[in-house]
């Protein structure tokens, strides 16, 4: 369990620096730059402390001077993902567009740091990274005569369409679907009726033709995004 009063301080860098342990030769920002390096090319799950120390070229413990462990460690990395993303300067430009481009940039956090996807959504993380992104996103909102709850609520519905596609498209790979598709076809018409699933086979073999893919990340992205938007409409533009 994360305590939120050792966090705050580290995640806002008012932290003391600890007393205890070796000599500090590095710096709090220096850890979550090669962390996050880490992350990236292997994910969170063999991101150790042990692994940390050794890309750093020091002993374990050393680490443990800059931060408690590593699930305080992985608020720093997503608060540093956060911090250093895209933001859009919000122009004369509609709602709609102004919310297309926080989705955007959102799945651009999400393909250039993937292990974010796997980071449990359900607590934020309370660090200037993440607060500076819910500044600039919430007036994406702005003129839509929503009410303070209401932005919040439009914002999170948008932003878990994206972490929800963005989860799904790690998943995939059109490449190797196209072929798995490919050599499982001709099994599955042995088997498959299209009289007992006329949907089925009929409304598959248009997608899968159209995709290439039983399931094409940019083609979901393009149709859910829209329908997003549409569905904040039916609030914003009664």
């Known amino acids: 369990m994360v305590d939120p009063a050792r966090l705050i301080p580290l995640l806002w860098r008012t932290a003391a620096p600890s007393r205890r342990g070796p ?30 120390a050794a890309d750093l070229g020091v002993a374990p413990m050393t680490l443990y001077t800059y931060v408690p462990g590593k699930a305080e460690l992985v608020d720093l990395l997503v608060d540093h993902a956060f911090r250093t993303m895209e933001r859009r300067e919000f122009g004369a430009e509609g709602w709609r567009d102004r919310v297309r481009a926080v989705m955007d940039t ?86 498959l009726d299209p009289s007992s699933y006329p949907l089925a086979t009929r409304v598959g073999a248009a997608a899968g033709e159209a995709q290439r893919s039983a399931r094409h990340p940019d083609a979901a992205w393009a149709f859910g995004t829209a329908r997003v938007l549409d569905g904040l409409a039916a609030l914003i533009e009664p």
């Open 106 to 191: 959102n799945r651009a956090v999400f393909r250039a740091h993937p292990w974010v996807g796997a980071v449990d959504p359900g607590r934020p993380v309370p660090g200037p990274g993440t607060t500076a992104k819910y500044e600039h996103e919430l007036a994406a909102f702005d003129g839509c005569g929503l009410s303070d709850v209401d932005r919040d609520a439009a914002l999170t519905f948008v932003l878990d369409f994206v972490a929800a596609a963005a989860r799904t498209e790690s998943r995939s790979d059109p490449a190797g679907d196209e072929a798995w598709w490919a050599a499982a076809g001709p099994a599955l018409a042995e088997v």
């Open 23 to 52: 000599a500090r030769g590095l710096t709090l920002d220096a850890v979550v730059g090669a962390a996050t390096r880490l992350a990236d090319a292997y994910g969170l799950e063999p991101l150790t402390m042990r692994a940390l």
